[in-house]
C-alpha cells in the first residue's frame, strides 16, 4: 500500500511568515510522529501522537510550534512567525500503534527553506 | 537526557569490503534500538534490536545488540555502491517521550 505521504515536498519562506506542513500516514496507523532533520544531524523528535491526541510534545522547541490530528489521521505541523533556524528538513513518521516494538515508517519530508 | 552516538561519522571504502557501524546509547528504561538507512529523504527500516546477543540478519547486512555494554554494531558485508547512504541508529526508551532519539549517522561511501 502507500505510504507516507508529506507535502509540500519543498517550502521556501520569509522570516516572520507562518507554513504548515502536512502529513499523511500509512492508513490504519495510529501513531504518528513528527520530527526535525538539519543538515548533518539525526532526526530530532519534535511531537508524538496517539490517534487524535498529542501524547507527547516534549520535543517543540517553543510555542512557535504547534501541530493537530483532528480526526486521527493527517496532521498538520504549523510553525508561526518562522525564524531562519527554523531550516530544516521536517520528516514524518506512523506505525501501527504506540508501542515500544513497532517500527516507525518515514515519509519523505518537508523542506523548510526560511530566508 | 537520552544519547545515541555513532561511529565513525563518515567511512569511504571500496566495493566490495567488509564495514562495521557502531552505535552506543544511554538511556533511561531501554526499549529498543533500531537501524535506518537515509539514502535521499525517508529514513528506510533495516532492524529492531531488543535481545542481546541475538544477531539479526537480512541479506549481507547484519546488527547485533549488547545491552550491558550498551551499543550495537551493523555490519555490511561485500558492499555494492548502492550501500552508499546514512545509516541512522535510534533508540526508543519508556522515559516519557515515545518518539525516538537518534545519532547523527554515518556516512558512508562505496567507491567502485
Known amino acids: 500500500g502507500a505510504g507516507v505521504s508529506q507535502t509540500p515536498s519543498n517550502k521556501v519562506t520569509e522570516k516572520g511568515k507562518y507554513v504548515e506542513l502536512r502529513c499523511d500516514p500509512i492508513?490504519?496507523?495510529?501513531?504518528l510522529y513528527w520530527y526535525r532533520q538539519s543538515l548533518g544531524q539525526g532526526p530530532e523528535f519534535l511531537i508524538y501522537?496517539?490517534?487524535?491526541?498529542?501524547?507527547?510534545d516534549s520535543g517543540l522547541p517553543n510555542d512557535r510550534f504547534f501541530a493537530v490530528r483532528p480526526e486521527g489521521s493527517v496532521s498538520t505541523l504549523k510553525i508561526q512567525r518562522t525564524e531562519r533556524g527554523d531550516s530544516a528538513v521536517y520528516l514524518c513518521?506512523?506505525?501501527?500503534?504506540?508501542?515500544?516494538?513497532?517500527?516507525?515508517?518515514f515519509g519523505p519530508g518537508t523542506r523548510l527553506t526560511v530566508l | 537526557e537520552d544519547k545515541v552516538v555513532q561511529s565513525p561519522l563518515s567511512l569511504v571504502v571500496h566495493e566490495g569490503d567488509t564495514v562495521t557501524l557502531n552505535c552506543s546509547y544511554e538511556?533511561?528504561?531501554?526499549?529498543?534500538l533500531l537501524w535506518y538507512k537515509q539514502e535521499k529523504k525517508a529514513p528506510t527500516f533495516l532492524f529492531m534490536l531488543?535481545?542481546?546477543?541475538i544477531e539479526k540478519k537480512s541479506g549481507r547486512l547484519s546488527s547485533i545488540l549488547d545491552k550491558k555494554e550498551l551499543f550495537s554494531i551493523l555490519n555490511i558485508t561485500a558492499t555494492q555502491t548502492g550501500d552508499s547512504a546514512v545509516y541512522l541508529c535510534?533508540?526508543?526508551?519508556?522515559?516519557?517521550?515515545?518518539?525516538?532519539?537518534f545519532g547523527k549517522g554515518t556516512h558512508l561511501i562505496i567507491q567502485p
Open positions: 513518521a506512523s506505525s501501527v500503534q504506540e508501542n515500544s516494538y513497532n517500527e516507525q515508517f
Open positions: 492508513s490504519g496507523h495510529t501513531a
Open positions: 501522537f496517539q490517534g487524535t491526541g498529542a501524547a507527547d
Open positions: 538511556v533511561t528504561n531501554f526499549r529498543s
Open positions: 531488543t535481545s542481546s546477543g
Open positions: 535510534a533508540v526508543r526508551s519508556g522515559g516519557g517521550a515515545d518518539g525516538l532519539t
